[in-house]
């Protein structure tokens, strides 16, 4: 404040008795006018990390926003984001609160082999599709989400919300995702032993639509662990409180997945690339 007000008044008076008067030293002060005239060369990193991290729905921590400004053309690394995120005080939705867990597997109905057998990679050369059902907690009582995955694409490809636990809940999700990729056939299906997916109906789904249906091991939600990774970052970035009601949560879900995770979310499996911006490489390469 004292330096500001040598400068205000210095074309009126003496920097040198200014400076006696507010009890500050010359060098100090033309210190203090170098540094106020030098400009901000984050300035307009600043801007776009802002920005990015906005769009992000206030989400995104270090590594995406790195790899957000790189294609803004901002030569920056992790140190130099680290702190511009400490000066604007930005922050990443931090990991951790999801626990894992599986459907009801207590039945006595069939159960397939698990071909999926852990093989996550994007690069799996046997097109494959995963499921899993979570919950979602709002005032007016509980919903239930049942998704299918694309494992090469990590799309969300087809869903279902219901505020009861049928036994079409996973049906629906799968005919969704069918239906949104033109029919797609010969495509494992993989998720854990819970009753919805052992059931003859939904075997019969998948069998009309000549998919080969995949299971996890007994109690293990490992098996399954790119849905639960979905779930995890849905709970983390979206549903992580409780909705006010069922209809703003189904909203809310379906703006995040159609909204932000499949057309726009950076996904380190995928090179920072959004699933949607990833299937439209693999269309065109397979052309």
Known sequence: MRYAFVAAERAHFLVRML????????????????REERPDRDAQIRVDLRKVYMASRNTYGRPRLVE???????????KRVSRLMHEERIRGRSKGGFKPRTTDSHHYLPVARNLLA?????????????SDITYISTKEGWLYL???????????????????????????????????????SGV??????????????FRLALAKKDFTQSMSRKGNCWDNAVAESFFATLKREEAYGVYPSKRLAQLSIANYIHG????????????YRSPNKYARVLRQAAK
């Open 118 to 130: 852990r093989q996550f990679s994007i690069d799996n050369p046997t097109p494959t599709w995963v």
């Open 68 to 78: 957000a400004l790189r294609r803004k053309a901002h030569t920056v690394g992790h």
């Open 260 to 271: 932000f995770y499949n057309s726009s979310r950076l996904h380190s499996a995928l090179g």
């Open 146 to 184: 049942a998704v299918v995955l694309s494992i090469q694409t990590r799309q969300i490809l087809g869903y279902s919300l219901s505020d009861r636990m049928p036994d079409d809940l996973v049906e629906n999700a799968f005919l969704n995702a069918w239906s949104a990729c033109s029919g797609s």
């Open 19 to 34: 400076c006696r008067v507010m009890d500050v030293s010359i060098s100090g002060f033309y210190d203090y006018q170098h």
């Open 188 to 201: 494992v299906f993989h998720s854990d032993q819970g009753r919805q997916y052992a059931s003859s109906k």
